[in-house]
């Protein structure tokens, strides 16, 4: 058999409902998928190792095991290679000892030279495997006294450990990002479908035969790509796990807050983790319409930066500094500068069209923060760092941060909000210090921050509730994570209500006015943006 | 189930609560006159001149159980630490230095101002690091940092105060089992 597998075709809103028996009950499902999802859509879970909804199928660990009736009666299947067929026969372990027996035995099977990590392993508490045994194994181990576990490694990789027992390979370093253990690899071929069929650069193999087999990448190489890291999610168990999170918590501890990464214009939808108000780690989360199942690298790991160097208000409150600003800014009559970063939610936008408005013909707005813009990758990233960019221009900021550049004479206040103008690109900055009046609300202490007359504090992107749209006009939610440091800072919207002398105290209150002046956000509130974002009519993408 | 105790009614004397009242009295001055007399026949204990016995199987102060290598046997899971319901178990992990252990503990801390010695901690771990057999109930500081165990504080127990049987306790260095242990543990860890 080749090694290329079929994409699974996953249900949409659009497909066909047909009816099918499951359990002695008539159901509708969507027609035009496999069975796994459409019992999915009903609200039967099947437990599974190898399947993924976004790689192809490959049918290899027998875990998904249901009863479909064929010509001779009702037969074992997997569910997740088994397309629906209106009118059949579906038995679960409800109703059907035989299915409830072969996951059982599916799930004995795999755990027989499986090591008893869980205690120490990274994986514990969201392993598909400790998920199985609990809904279908349950079974007494049989493997006592001298019928042990066998571990097996590659032989360069085995060893003794404290009780003489041979082990298999621990703790392989196989990339700089990744850290492999043989003896927890379930052989289920996830990652390597990764690699070939999303990352497109095969770097993970299965080698060798039987209960043999181990996960590895060529000799000499490396495993190294800029989403090295997903393998680690789609990896079902605690083989592949990130060297960022080793040890660093156990997931039952994290608590997640949905949100967007706000580094790209994709606006990738990620789980912000975190526990005793600090991050932990950033998990993508999954969204059909735009980054599937996938996040960068870059943007996974972001969050190791988001505490590091913060700009806090030492000396008094943020709302005090924000309204002295305000006196300086009401007290001359010469002309403004704003620069919306990348990274502004919409209500940060909109806080600025209020300064506009608060200061008519005063006020001139610019975009991004002389980043240069990538390429897409077709993965999870589009190349361009200002996420909310359509966002800005569906306000009407189009103006690029350049062409401020060019122009920094006529201006005597530069307010950036979130745009390290400085750190991204010196030379071009280097006139802007010609404007007498530097405001900069950052989050960071950065290179801006230090070119800048007055600083104000406010929260990172991950402490914000706000929304964005993405550069494919999609309207997409971003919710506050309990991690900001300090009680003295604010978001930025509300820093420049303050500015403005129109004082905001929620993101859903700033949404609120800005659907008033904005037409295509005028059916939604924020309670109504769920946490997979609504595509907005009529924006060109 | 209901279970229902009767009382004995009480007669007229008792009822009349002045003689009742001068025999409770009564048992009041002879633990009173015994103190002064019979000292050693007192049911309670003088403490602290005396300390009471404590049986191991009292859930006392925690230690930490040590590898023959004198390494805390710890591999730093979180299991006390979530089932402990007073939430005082405080664990950051690192990876051993020892190849053929993958976790042990970098800080392992137990505020005993917090615990409610439950024993659910002892209960929970799954490589028996964690005891509370140490026998010690006093808790005398002055600060409330100092109420803290840590990592040091509880692994500083002498193998010679257990019991001989305790195979896992006379292992440890300075047990008499440890010389034993460290040969088929075989590598010493520093
Ligand atoms: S992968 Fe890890 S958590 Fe899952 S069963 Fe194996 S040891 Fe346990
Ligand atoms: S490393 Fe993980 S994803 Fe890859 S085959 Fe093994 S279990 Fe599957
Ligand atoms: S005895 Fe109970 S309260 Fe005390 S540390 Fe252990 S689990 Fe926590
Ligand atoms: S349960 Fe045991 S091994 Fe796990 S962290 Fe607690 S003491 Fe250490
Ligand atoms: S999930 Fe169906 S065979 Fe693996």
Redesign the pocket.
Known sequence: MSNYYNMPALPTEKSPKVPITVDDREVMVPGDTNLLEALQTVGIETPHICYHPYLPVSGNCRQCMVEVDNPRGMGLAIACYTPVRPGMKVATPVTSPRVKNARKAVSEFM?VN?????P??????E????EN?ITSGQNESRLSGAAGKQYHGTPENEFKDTKGQVRGGKRLNIGPRVILDEE?C?QCDRCVRFMRHVAHDEQLQLVSRGDHTTIATFPGEKLDHPYDLCVTDVCP???LTGKHFRFEQRVWMLSRTPSISMDDSLGANIWIDHNNGFVWRLMPRCNPEVNRSWLSNDSRLAYLQFRENRLLNTDKGISESASAVSKMLSSSAGKIAAVLGGSCTLEDAFAVKELQNAFPNRVEVFVGSLDTAGTPDGIAKSGDPVANRKGFALLGFEISAEELCKRAGEFETLVTVHADLWGANASLAAALSAIPNRIALSAFENATTQASTVRLGVNHWSEVSGTMVNCNGFLQKLNAAPVSPSENLMPAFRVLGILSGKPVSSASEAFLKLREQVPVFAEFTHESVRSAGVKLNGVSV | MVRQIKQKPMNWIERLYIFEAFRGLFTTMKHYLRGFFRYETLPTVPYPEMKPEILPTYRAKHRLMLRPDGTPRCVACFMCAAACPANCIYIEADSSLDGRIEKKPSRFEIDHLVCVFCGLCVEACPVDAIRMDTCDTSYVHRTREDFIANLETLTQWNPNDYSQNDVLSQAAPGGIKNQQALESWKLRVY
């Open positions: 755990l499986h090591p008893l990590d869980c120490i392993c990274d994986k514990a508490g392993c598909s495997l400790q045994y927890r379930v168990v605690g083989a």
